[in-house]
């Protein structure tokens, strides 16, 4: 079977298709282009309103075996950009389904990375209060991803959660000795205790660039 890994671009507004397009040239067949905004990476910023912008979050589902080149023509593309133009991660995959077929993704789960993902849905309006608690145990910044769920709120629950039609999909890269700090923290706010409000769950990171110039 072919192992497969997610690849995860975090760049300025509107620059998501050409980045692809660069990906493309090198083995990608395709990616998704979703819009959120960065939220600042400290509580003082966040305060005076600095640090928030409009962003592309771009995703790719590459062949293992191509991984590395596409990798590489996104860091390219992105040369001539301005110093923290983005991030780059890469994520494994477990079952991927495709052109008919099933692949299965290597298990990871014993091997040890430096940094993690941290992936929190929560009902609108939510995000920047996680983002501040996540701050305090040692998160930097975060992306929102505006979200819906599938059903009225009556209609379905998932993992326990009412599946209401307005989410806020906050994505985190912390490093990996803070994982359980900021999971904490996280797990200790008041909107998360009651049932239904939110789910959170992290996945190592295989590989964490910066984009732009060095």
Same mark, same amino acid.
Request: net charge neutral; charged share 25%; with cysteine.
């Given at each position: 079977?072919?192992?497969?890994?997610?690849?995860? /671009?975090?760049?300025?507004?509107?620059?998501? $298709?050409?980045?692809?397009?660069?990906?493309? *040239?090198?083995?990608?067949?395709?990616?998704?282009?979703?819009?959120?905004?960065?939220?600042?990476?400290? =509580?003082?910023?966040?305060?005076?309103?600095?640090?928030?912008? /409009?962003?592309?979050?771009?995703?790719?589902?590459?062949? =293992?075996?191509?991984?590395?080149?596409? /990798?590489?023509?996104?860091? =390219?593309?992105?040369?001539?950009?301005?110093? +923290? !133009?983005?991030?780059?991660?890469?994520?494994?995959?477990? %079952?991927?389904?495709?052109?008919?077929?099933?692949?299965?993704?290597?298990?990871?789960?014993? #091997?040890? !990375?430096? =940094?993690?993902?941290? #992936?929190?849905?929560?009902?609108? +309006?939510?995000?920047?209060?996680?983002? &501040?608690?996540?701050?305090?145990?040692?998160?930097?910044?975060? %992306?929102?991803?505006?979200?819906?769920? %599938? &059903?009225? $709120? %009556?209609?379905?629950?998932? !993992?326990?959660?009412?599946?209401?039609? $307005?989410?806020?999909?906050?994505?985190?890269?912390?490093?990996?000795?803070? @994982?359980?700090?900021?999971?904490?923290?996280? *797990?200790?706010?008041?909107?998360? @205790? *009651?049932?239904?409000?939110?789910? &959170?769950?992290?996945?190592?990171?295989?590989? !964490? #660039?910066?984009?732009?110039?060095?």
């Amino acid at each position: 079977m072919e192992d497969y890994k997610l690849l995860i /671009s975090i760049i300025p507004h509107d620059r998501g $298709e050409s980045l692809i397009r660069a990906a493309m *040239e090198s083995g990608c067949q395709g990616g998704t282009v979703m819009s959120g905004r960065a939220l600042a990476k400290s =509580n003082v910023a966040a305060i005076l309103g600095l640090g928030e912008f /409009s962003r592309d979050i771009v995703l790719m589902v590459v062949r =293992n075996d191509v991984k590395e080149s596409v /990798s590489n023509a996104i860091v =390219n593309a992105s040369k001539t950009q301005k110093k +923290g !133009f983005g991030e780059l991660l890469c994520v494994n995959l477990g %079952t991927v389904y495709k052109g008919g077929k099933r692949s299965g993704g290597e298990n990871m789960s014993n #091997t040890n !990375f430096e =940094n993690t993902m941290i #992936t929190v849905i929560v009902n609108k +309006g939510y995000a920047d209060d996680v983002m &501040a608690a996540a701050r305090n145990a040692g998160a930097g910044g975060g %992306t929102v991803v505006s979200a819906r769920g %599938t &059903a009225r $709120e %009556t209609d379905a629950r998932f !993992f326990g959660m009412h599946i209401v039609p $307005e989410k806020e999909m906050l994505i985190m890269v912390v490093s990996s000795d803070k @994982k359980d700090a900021v999971i904490s923290a996280i *797990e200790e706010m008041k909107c998360l @205790k *009651e049932p239904g409000m939110g789910i &959170a769950y992290s996945c190592a990171v295989e590989d !964490f #660039t910066t984009l732009g110039k060095k």
